[in-house]
């Protein structure tokens, strides 16, 4: 997260995205592979034996139009300030947490009797029943989740150093990979 002042002095909070170049792979036809989408490549992934560069498909809705071809680059360039785009990225994640800090209970009182049950969920069951019901709150592990933005406003991009900066907050700590559709 950073500070962007505009040209009429106003400060936009704003997220700094370095994008790594990625190229367009290959386009798939719903005519020739059964389905619409378009594969891209960025990085690399070094194994013990081999080093492979990371791949990553965009299903597309059916009839939908390509602006890309195989061998195009993907970059900062390919966006504008003003552009409306969808970003989507994996939260931190908090570990294995409580019902209080998870669920937002309230847990019981500190009074009329009750020693060591401030934090506590309550009763999870039900009269006759002896099993615990689907969807109930309970303690677990927090965060990792897939978090998608929709229509965030990009503020500004540096072509020269591949780097986009995006109106408000994205989910996820410092190197978390993002991933932006433009709309």
Not at 26 to 48: A, L, P
Not at 158 to 175: C, F, H, Q, T
Request: proline content about 3%; hydrophobic content about 35%.
């Amino acid at each position: 997260m950073a500070e962007y002042f505009k040209e009429d002095g106003k400060v936009v909070p704003v997220t700094v995205i370095s994008m790594l170049p990625a190229t367009v792979k290959r386009i798939f036809s719903k005519d020739k592979d059964g389905y619409d989408s378009v594969q891209i490549s960025w990085g690399e992934t070094k194994n013990k034996k081999n080093t492979k560069e990371k791949l990553k498909e965009f299903r597309l809705k059916s009839g939908e139009n390509v602006a890309f071809k195989a061998g195009d680059v993907i970059d900062a360039a390919s966006f504008a300030p003003g552009d409306k785009v969808t970003v989507s990225s994996i939260s931190k994640g908090k570990g294995f947490q409580g019902v209080v800090k998870r669920h937002g209970f309230h847990g019981g009182p500190r009074t009329h009797g009750q020693k060591h049950s401030e934090r506590e969920p309550g009763s999870i069951g039900g009269g006759l029943r002896t099993h615990v019901p689907k969807g109930m709150r309970m303690a677990g592990r927090m965060g990792s989740d897939r978090i998608t933005q929709k229509n965030l406003e990009v503020v500004l991009i540096d072509k020269e150093n591949n780097l986009m900066l995006v109106k408000g907050a994205i989910a996820g700590s410092r190197g978390t990979l993002v991933e932006i559709i433009s709309r």
